[in-house]
Nanobody, 124 residues
């Protein structure tokens, strides 16, 4: 059973930074594409970023490009999301997800495993 546990959420002022972590257990982490998604109140879940199994390929939503950085440490089975210059519109529950089917992309439906989410609130 693959488990994903996010941490690092919280309250931050606009312009500030947070780093989210997602620890994965139960399978070979290094074989998974990892993604971050978020869902704001009253809105649909949206893609934020993904990183390939090797870390050699990353991709970001336009809304976070240049401000957020996704990375992974395969030795620690952990993926990170560094969020800088945060904006109130970044407020959401953030979820990490893993795809074990060699999928690399932005479609949340293609990710097999999900964490429970961590709340991020950006005050203006």
């Amino acid at each position: 059973q693959v488990q994903l546990v996010e941490s690092g959420g919280g309250l931050v002022q606009a312009g500030g930074s947070l780093r989210l972590s997602c620890a994965v257990s139960g399978d070979t982490f290094s074989s998974y594409t990892m993604g971050w998604f978020r869902q704001a109140p009253g809105k649909e879940r949206e893609f934020v970023a993904y990183i390939s199994w090797s870390g050699g390929s990353t991709y970001y939503a336009d809304s976070v490009k240049g401000r957020f950085t996704i990375s992974r440490d395969n030795a620690k089975s952990t993926v990170y999301l560094q969020m800088n210059r945060m904006k109130p519109e970044d407020t959401a529950v953030y979820y990490c997800a893993a795809s074990g089917r060699h999928y690399i992309g932005t479609n949340g439906g293609a990710y097999d495993y999900w964490g429970q989410g961590t709340q991020v609130t950006v005050s203006s």
